[in-house]
């Protein structure tokens, strides 16, 4: 029966070594990882070290074209078929006006088809720009292009009628 005590004697031990061994080195890195508990809690302090890494630069604040310019935009003449906003109307033809008069979709009459607007031409402009900004038919109102100004619509009618001369 000595010899039962002995090994558990001996057990105990052991585990009292080991148990000191754990509180040391428990000690000893836990300090370490939890840093210095001496740091500056203050409201500038924390503000700093939560800052972001980075800061986003956008450049240059973007300024509207209105406000850009103090000069209003001289208008452009027709002949040139370049709305006053800066558009060209080929630009706005080819981006909403095509889709219906590049192919003759709801016989919508097409670009350069002489004979289809010839009828239109002799209703007057008034009526055309009518039929542009309000729709007619199958036409909806300001074509696709909800974002046009008058002007605009009427920049692009007159490229269309005098590209179907």
């Given at each position: 029966?000595?010899?039962?005590?002995?090994?558990?004697?001996?057990?105990?031990?052991?585990?009292?070594?080991?148990?000191?061994?754990?509180?040391?080195?428990?000690?000893?890195?836990?300090?370490?990882l939890?840093?210095?508990?001496?740091?500056?809690?203050?409201?500038?302090?924390?503000?700093?070290?939560?800052?972001?890494?980075?800061?986003?630069?956008?450049?240059?604040?973007?300024?509207?074209?209105?406000?850009?310019?103090?000069?209003?935009?001289?208008?452009?003449?027709?002949?040139?078929?370049?709305?006053?906003?800066?558009?060209?109307?080929?630009?706005?033809?080819?981006?909403?006006?095509?889709?219906?008069?590049?192919?003759?979709?709801?016989?919508?009459?097409?670009l350069?088809?002489?004979?289809a607007?010839?009828?239109?031409?002799?209703?007057?402009?008034?009526?055309?720009?009518?039929?542009?900004?309000n729709?007619?038919?199958?036409?909806?109102?300001?074509?696709?292009?909800?974002?046009?100004?008058?002007?605009?619509?009427?920049?692009?009618?007159?490229?269309?009628?005098?590209?179907?001369?």
């Amino acid at each position: 029966m000595s010899k039962v005590n002995t090994y558990f004697g001996t057990s105990i031990g052991v585990a009292i070594v080991v148990a000191v061994i754990v509180v040391i080195i428990n000690n000893s890195v836990g300090s370490a990882l939890k840093g210095d508990s001496t740091a500056d809690m203050s409201e500038e302090a924390i503000a700093e070290r939560i800052a972001p890494v980075g800061k986003l630069n956008t450049g240059e604040a973007i300024v509207p074209k209105a406000a850009a310019t103090a000069e209003p935009a001289a208008a452009e003449p027709a002949a040139d078929a370049t709305a006053s906003a800066g558009r060209p109307a080929k630009e706005i033809y080819n981006a909403s006006c095509f889709a219906c008069h590049g192919t003759g979709a709801a016989g919508a009459p097409m670009l350069g088809d002489a004979a289809a607007w010839a009828p239109r031409r002799e209703k007057g402009m008034d009526t055309l720009m009518n039929h542009a900004i309000n729709g007619f038919n199958a036409m909806p109102p300001r074509g696709t292009c909800s974002s046009c100004s008058d002007e605009e619509l009427r920049t692009v009618v007159e490229y269309m009628l005098e590209s179907s001369q």
